[in-house]
């Protein structure tokens, strides 16, 4: 039962200390997404990687969020210094690229609801 | 700018009647169109999609509709079950990136 696995579940830190999420994506698949959502702006793309490469990380704030894809079986999100307001979940998904660059399903994983004190 | 718009955010049903679901966009270069289903506490799963070719989709007692003059979709459920209870999302997709509506709690009851 091939499934994109998030560490941790749950998360609570206070403001200013660095966070990393990690995310396992379903083998075989070569695309990775990270996702936030809150209640305000729902599901929000904020960086995606296809064969391990950064595409797009235009939704994420450069200033204190990174993504990263040190090998093919593992992606992290990492915050720092953390704020209150990146308080909420955030998902990561897989999906397989079709050679015309269209991406067949996104499976995503359980997420990471991050609480910041 | 939401290219991608559910504008209710809550939906009551009973049982054995028809849920609709709708989705409002904005950009005309969208390619195809998801729905995902969320439960609490886990990770939105796919549902059913539509490319922007076709009008009509169907599987199951899940059927998406594509209106695209009125760049509008619509997600119909029959009969609807109380397991149907969920946040339903309507996606669009634009270079391999999915765009989420803000999403719509479904709520069955029997």
């Known amino acids: 039962d091939a499934r994109v696995t998030q560490t941790p579940r749950h998360k609570v830190t206070e403001m200013g200390q660095e966070v990393t999420m990690r995310c396992q994506p379903i083998l075989g698949h070569n695309t990775v997404f990270w996702y936030r959502q809150t209640m305000m702006q729902g599901l929000e793309l904020l960086a995606y990687?296809?064969?391990?490469?950064?595409?797009?990380d235009s939704g994420m704030p450069k200033d204190r969020f990174s993504a990263e894809m040190p090998d093919a079986t593992l992606a992290t999100l990492k915050i720092q210094p953390s704020e209150p307001r990146d308080s909420a979940v955030y998902f990561c998904?897989?999906?397989?690229?079709?050679?015309?660059?269209?991406?067949?399903?996104?499976?995503f994983g359980p997420g990471t609801r991050l609480t910041v004190l | 700018d939401q290219q991608v718009k559910q504008n209710s955010p809550s939906l009551s049903v009973q049982e054995g009647r028809i849920s609709i679901l709708n989705c409002d966009y904005t950009n005309s270069m969208f390619d195809y169109f998801l729905w995902y289903k969320k439960y609490p506490a886990e990770g939105p799963t796919f549902l059913i999609s539509?490319?922007?070719?076709?009008d009509k989709n169907e599987d199951g007692r899940f059927t998406v509709f594509l209106n695209k003059s009125a760049k509008h979709l619509s997600l119909h459920i029959v009969p609807s079950q109380p397991g149907d209870s969920a946040v339903y999302f309507c996606a669009a997709n634009k270079g391999g990136k999915l765009i989420f509506g803000q999403g719509t709690e479904l709520s069955v009851k029997p």
């Open positions: 990687f296809r064969n391990r490469a950064p595409l797009d």
């Open positions: 998904a897989s999906g397989l690229a079709l050679t015309s660059g269209h991406t067949d399903t996104q499976y």
């Open positions: 539509i490319s922007s070719i076709k």
